[in-house]
């Protein structure tokens, strides 16, 4: 499992105790990210798919199935591109668009396509280099839609326990200047890369999770996903599921059905 940008393997939290049930699971804490080092090279979405892939030969699994969420998921883009799919069994793929940033050339529906938005990724990475936690509020207000933010007000009416449960993960450490410079680094590489040339190349099952109520992928792309995916099954989670980005928590019981089901 590959978190999202910016999180820790906790993030995880609510997923992997019940998928490990069936299967071994293993979370990657990503480079820069949580408690990992924040080296000063391999600040590219690239490198963290060789992290990936150097995981895998280490733990020595023939075959494994790979889950990754927002930036996650192009993780495991880069990992086909640059690996191929030959120690790949199956793929999942969490609310991420093909391309975050837009072409000012590009008409509505062909941006909407990728999934693309009007981002000013040198603004964005000089907010992140400065203050790590002002710089989400301002990315996200380069989307078309808001995303459904969990607030005080709206947590007690998730169910299955949400409130306390997600009380229960742990703080993440304190961002400190090597890993701010680190994630200020990665969110333009992340925001510059387009990954539609892989899609055609996949060959493996993919299940693809989003959220009707999420800021990050549009209904276009993801339609676009399940049609250039060979071998594609697409779950919507709506807004009255609590589909926002953060579905796999939010969502929780509902997103592990999903990912068990595919898996088996």
Request: aromatic share 12%; proline share 6%.
């Amino acid at each position: 499992m590959v978190p999202a940008f910016d999180c820790p393997a906790d993030a995880y939290s609510l997923n992997a105790p019940e998928l490990s049930t069936e299967r071994p699971v293993y979370i990657l804490e990503q480079r820069g990210h949580g408690y990992s080092d924040a080296p000063t090279h391999g600040r590219t979405v690239q490198r963290l798919a060789a992290d990936v892939n150097e995981f895998i030969d280490f733990i020595g699994a023939p075959k494994v199935s790979l889950l990754g969420w927002s930036m996650g998921a192009a993780v495991l883009w880069a990992f086909i591109d640059l690996f191929g799919q030959s120690k790949v069994e199956k793929l999942v793929f969490v609310d991420q668009p093909p391309m975050l940033i837009a072409d000012p050339y590009e008409t509505t529906e062909e941006r909407r396509r990728h999934g693309g938005q009007h981002i000013d990724l040198w603004h964005v990475k000089r907010v992140y280099n400065r203050d790590f936690y002002t710089a989400w509020p301002i990315l996200s207000s380069y989307f078309e839609v808001p995303n459904l933010e969990v607030t005080a007000e709206s947590i007690d009416r998730i169910p299955d326990d949400f409130a306390r449960l997600i009380s229960m993960i742990p703080e993440p450490p304190v961002v400190d200047k090597a890993h701010r410079e680190f994630l200020a680094e990665l969110v333009r590489n992340h925001i510059w890369s387009d990954w539609r040339g892989v899609f055609p190349l996949i060959e493996k099952p993919v299940l693809l999770l989003t959220g009707d109520a999420a800021h990050a992928t549009t209904l276009e792309c993801n339609e676009w996903v399940q049609e250039t995916v060979r071998d594609c099954t697409w779950i919507r989670f709506s807004e009255e599921e609590f589909g926002g980005h953060d579905l796999c928590q939010t969502a929780y019981r509902k997103f592990n059905r999903c990912v068990s089901d595919f898996l088996r």
